[in-house]
């Protein structure tokens, strides 16, 4: 009996090509979705890190301080949550679909770990540390006093973010060019 190796292919149904084709559609567009809102993920804390962190250093402690509990309370906008909220699940989504490289679903799956790492970084770090603030009546003796428990640890913890969501749509991008060009290393 011949090996599979020496066997010609057999002709795959029609229905088997359709099948195929619609989960490279689904495939394809789940990591372009992913990789779409990994951008927008990564912009947001990158922007954040690279101009509102270094002009809020030079306000004085009450502005500081009123400033930033304004910024956490404008925040919270559904366009905010669903890129939030929307990247890991993308992500799981297309390293789900994504079947031919291993190397492109190796990628996901760091950038999945890296939007699930940002997710647990906001919950147990940077928004205790905002409700904490949002709590503080602020004057000039109560500005100063928040600004110097919460400045150093907040901005410590969007860095992290930052990097981290940074990292998630490198690798995102990598995977998609992957997709495109599998015969690349």
């Known amino acids: 009996m011949p090996d599979a190796a020496t066997l010609p292919d057999r002709p795959q149904p029609a229905d088997a090509d359709h099948t195929r084709g619609v989960r490279d559609l689904l495939s394809h567009v789940s990591l372009v979705a992913s990789l779409l809102v990994a951008g927008l993920h990564a912009g947001f804390f990158l922007t954040y890190e690279i101009s509102i962190t270094p002009a809020m250093a030079l306000l004085d402690n009450t502005t500081y301080a009123t400033t930033f509990q304004a ?12 890129i939030f909220a929307g990247a890991a699940p993308l992500t799981a989504l297309a390293l ?6 291993p190397l492109a679903r190796v990628l996901l799956g760091v950038a999945l770990l890296a939007h699930v790492a940002v ?7 940077s928004i205790p540390l905002n409700e904490r603030l949002a709590d503080v009546a602020i004057t ?3 500005a100063t006093t ?3 428990w919460f400045e150093t640890r907040w901005n410590a913890w969007n860095l992290a973010r930052t990097i981290a969501t940074v990292g998630a ?6 995977a998609l ?5 599998p015969q690349r290393t």
Do not use: Q
């Open 71 to 82: 910024i956490n309370e404008a925040v919270r906008t559904p366009t905010f949550m669903v």
């Open 96 to 101: 789900y679909l994504l079947r031919a490289d």
């Open 119 to 125: 997710v647990a970084i906001t919950v147990g770090g």
């Open 140 to 142: 000039d003796d109560t």
């Open 146 to 148: 928040a600004r110097l």
């Open 169 to 174: 749509f490198t690798a995102t991008c990598t």
């Open 177 to 181: 060019v992957r997709r495109r060009n």
